[in-house]
């Protein structure tokens, strides 16, 4: 993607701008890197802090939904929640609500302004995010929420220093490196790499974050 992004939720404010085009790209990009297999629940993360995986998210969420299908945007990330904010959905009936089972599973997903997606926010931040999403619960309510939705993204915190990521793709399809331009170090990446081998999760691919330059996103996989 490039710079710069006026507003965060730019697919849906204006779906013709050019970074708009980029999501787009990645979405294809995706359905192809994707075809034999199952992509229905993609989880997003990034190295380190800052890289962009929430903007990315919420926008791959909106492109999807644009697209007609059905979409479940899951703010996992109980450490620094910002979903709520780009949906403008409200914090505390969330992920985390669900998984101490103190909400329904229809109080908690919330529709929001765009057509097709709905939000799952993070709810009150835990004492112990990782423990609590290594519980059973979450697959079963994951086993619910693919019966409801046809693509479920998962925003989760920085994989490196961080286990929730590595913790959640256990009820993912697939992950998403978002890296930083000027930002993301070589060997963050390749160290993200390695982590992220041990979940035994195809990588989907990688975006390139923020690049200065127009070929900025690859995409590998
Ligand atoms: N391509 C971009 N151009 C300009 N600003 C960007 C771009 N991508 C992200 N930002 C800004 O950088 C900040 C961090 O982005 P974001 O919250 O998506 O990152 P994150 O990886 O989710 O961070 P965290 O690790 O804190 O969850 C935000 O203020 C966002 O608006
Ligand atoms: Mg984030």
Do not use: C, W
């Not at 708009?20 to 075809?35: G, H, M």
């Not at 914090?91 to 985390?96: A, E, F, I, K, W």
């Not at 765009?114 to 990782?130: E, R």
């Not at 959640?168 to 170090?185: C, E, F, K, M, P």
């Amino acid at each position: 993607m490039k710079r710069k992004l006026k507003q965060n939720l730019i697919t849906f404010y204006n779906s013709k701008s050019p970074v708009s085009e980029q999501i787009k790209a990645v979405r294809t990009s995706l359905n192809f890197a994707t075809i034999d297999q199952d992509a229905q629940v993609i989880l997003i993360t990034s190295p380190t802090p800052s890289s962009g995986k929430s903007v990315v998210s919420s926008n791959l969420a909106v492109s999807y939904a644009q697209q007609d299908k059905k979409v479940l945007i899951i703010d996992g990330d109980l450490r620094k929640a910002t979903q709520h904010y780009q949906f403008k959905a409200d914090p505390y009936r969330g992920l985390s609500s669900l998984l101490i089972g103190k909400l329904s599973i229809a109080d908690a997903i919330q529709e929001t302004f765009v057509p097709n997606l709905s939000v799952l926010t993070s709810g009150p931040m835990p004492p112990n995010p990782a423990e609590l999403l290594s519980t059973n619960k979450l697959d079963t309510l994951m086993d619910e929420f693919k019966k409801s939705f046809d693509i479920i993204i998962i925003d989760t915190p920085p994989v490196i220093n961080l286990t929730d990521a590595v913790v959640i793709s256990r009820v993912a399809d697939g992950i998403i490196l978002v890296v930083r331009a000027n930002h993301t170090q070589k060997n963050e990446v390749s160290r993200s790499v390695e982590i992220l081998k041990t979940t035994n999760k195809k990588l989907f691919g990688t975006i390139l974050n923020d690049a200065k330059y127009e070929v900025s996103d690859y995409y590998y996989y």
